[in-house]
């Protein structure tokens, strides 16, 4: 966000991907413009800027929450996941790479906020039913795809878990 005359600015520390960040923001900054402007995290994505969409989706803490309503200095201390932190290292995460074998996105702008809100929802249920899933992501929009392949890959990425690799006895 480019600086608004007038307006005080504040020093705000937070980890981001695992790394301490530290900087001055505007006390009225969004959560989305600092990631996007000062980190230059350009993975999330502003869409709505109202929360519907879900385009924004970060993991604070490791719960999803919608960057575009979120204040910046709210952060303060806390461990914020954008989607540049969920891949590990050179490797996709199981959810990006069954989103990828899947074809689960077309334009492809929905997709960081669908992959952080379903690592969410992979850590809390390993193996999530349809329905899970489909509830998990009641509050993410995709305006290309019937969400069938979207669902799809969150299903071959639970059957990837750690705990079912190499456990079928169907060989």
């Known amino acids: 966000a480019t600086p608004r005359p007038g307006i005080p600015k ?14 001055a923001v505007d006390q009225q900054a969004l959560l989305l413009d600092v990631l996007r402007s000062q980190l230059g995290l350009t993975g999330t994505k502003r869409g709505c800027d109202m929360g519907t969409c879900a385009c924004c989706a970060v993991l604070v803490e490791g719960e999803p929450r919608m960057a575009c309503l979120q204040l910046a200095l709210e952060m303060e201390g ?10 590990d290292g050179p490797l996709l995460s199981e959810l990006q790479q069954a989103w990828a074998e899947c074809g689960a996105s077309q334009c492809g702008f929905c997709t960081p906020g669908f992959i952080v809100v379903g690592e969410a929802l992979l850590e809390r249920t390993p193996k999530p039913t349809e329905q899970e899933v489909r509830e998990a992501l009641a509050g993410n929009l995709c305006r290309c795809t019937g969400y069938v392949k979207i669902v799809e890959a969150f299903m071959r990425a639970s059957q990837q878990d750690g705990s079912a690799a190499g456990s079928s006895s169907d060989g």
Do not use: A, D, F, Y
Request: hydrophobic share 35%; no cysteine; proline share 4%.
């Open 78 to 87: 806390r461990e914020i996941t954008t989607i540049e932190g969920i891949q």
């Open 10 to 23: 504040k020093i705000l520390r937070m980890t981001v991907n695992g790394s301490p960040w530290e900087g």
